[in-house]
């Protein structure tokens, strides 16, 4: 069983920063690319960056240059710095995760999400 726990998402101001964590837990043999998405009331669920095994970064246009995507494979985590908030930016922010599991199982995995609040 693989469950990823998403932390760190908070209310905050305009122009200001937040962290978020993501957690891998289970038995992962693997963990391939990790991605952050979010979903805003009404909206459907967008892509926000992504992270490979080795490293390569993909960000969606309107975060580039104001998110980090990261990665700490000793600690099975992920993180998504996130600087200069807007208040579109309102939304439950989702970390995914491709794992290849002891058993061979390769599969996504989805957090519970994160709310993040930019509200003045």
């Known amino acids: 069983q693989v469950q990823l726990v998403e932390s760190g998402g908070d209310l905050v101001q305009p122009g200001g920063s937040l962290r978020l964590s993501c957690a891998v837990s289970?038995?992962?043999?693997?963990?391939?690319?990790m991605g952050w998405y979010r979903q805003a009331p009404g909206e459907q669920r967008e892509l926000v960056a992504t992270?490979?095994?080795?490293?390569?970064?993909n960000y969606a246009d309107s975060v580039k240059g104001r998110f980090t995507i990261s990665r700490d494979d000793a600690k099975k985590t992920g993180y998504l710095q996130m600087n200069n908030l807007k208040p579109e930016e309102t939304a439950v922010y989702y970390c995914?995760?491709?794992?290849?599991?002891?058993?061979?199982?390769?599969?996504?995995?989805w957090g519970q999400g994160t709310q993040v609040t930019v509200t003045s």
């Open positions: 995914n995760a491709d794992v290849r599991q002891y058993n061979g199982r390769r599969e996504d995995h």
């Open positions: 289970g038995s992962i043999l693997m963990i391939f690319t």
């Open positions: 992270i490979t095994g080795g490293g390569r970064t």
